[in-house]
């Protein structure tokens, strides 16, 4: 069965410091890959995808993302992570169904705090 | 700010009751949805509208009902819920036609559903 993983549950880091999420995905083909930040009381909104073309791809915020497909991996990075980055991250994956595109499968998100 | 508006924010219901959320956008997306979120949980896909037309139905219990009354509009209508059914409910739209999808979903800020 399709699933994405993030393994870890939360993270805290310092504020500046680097910062890298997991996401691992189980999928029969290249799915589209997403990753999503959702504050606090918010809806989710997207940060970046890859659906093709370059391995590397950026995103809103500073993020950036690797897709590689030997690992099955999608992981976000931030070279300095900023106080208001603390939030829940959700890897997703966009399994094509149904002739129209959007139907997500969620990772269970990694909760990230930011110390000062 | 957010282009998919929600309504209510907060929704407090007794078990025998009738109640809707409702979504709106004007982004001239043609593709809708409806997820499920729990506490500390991803978003889970309930139902997909694409062109009005309900695409897909993620086996959600007959009690939720969606309508789709314009390609603005997302209604999902509530009876006799349970206690379990509390949750957050997220509305999202999207392109829907495959040569113009970018893979973004647009989602709005949630009803949090209270079931007595």
């Known amino acids: 069965a399709q699933s994405v993983t993030q393994p870890d549950i939360h993270i805290t880091v310092s504020e500046g410091a680097s910062l890298e999420l997991r996401c691992n995905y189980s999928?029969?083909?290249?799915?589209?890959l997403f990753w999503y930040v959702q504050s606090p009381g918010q809806g989710l909104q997207l940060l970046l995808k890859?659906?093709?073309?370059?391995?590397l791809v950026q995103g809103i915020k500073g993020f950036e993302a690797e897709f590689k497909r030997s690992q099955s991996s999608f992981n976000l990075r931030k070279p300095s992570v900023h106080w208001s980055d603390a939030a829940e991250y959700f890897c997703?994956?966009?399994?094509?169904?149904?002739?129209?595109?959007?139907?997500?499968?969620f990772g269970k998100g990694t909760k990230l705090s930011v110390k000062p | 700010d957010t282009e998919v508006t929600q309504t209510p924010k907060h929704l407090v219901m007794g078990m025998t009751n009738k109640k809707s959320l409702k979504c709106e956008q004007h982004?001239?997306?043609?593709?809708m949805y409806w997820y499920k979120q729990k506490a500390k949980k991803p978003p889970e896909l309930m139902f997909v509208?694409?062109?009005?037309?309900?695409?897909i139905n993620e086996s959600v219990p007959s009690r939720f009902s969606p309508e789709c009354p314009n390609s603005s509009l997302l209604n999902l209508h509530l009876h006799a819920l349970q206690p379990e059914d509390s949750a957050l409910y997220l509305c999202a739209s999207s392109q829907a036609r495959a040569s113009s999808y970018t893979g973004e979903l647009f989602f709005g800020e949630g009803s949090r559903l209270t079931v007595l």
């Open positions: 509208y694409s062109y009005e037309k309900l695409s």
């Open positions: 997703a994956v966009d399994l094509k169904r149904g002739g129209s595109q959007g139907n997500l499968i």
């Open positions: 890859y659906f093709s073309g370059d391995t």
């Open positions: 982004m001239g997306h043609r593709a």
């Open positions: 999928y029969g083909a290249t799915p589209y």
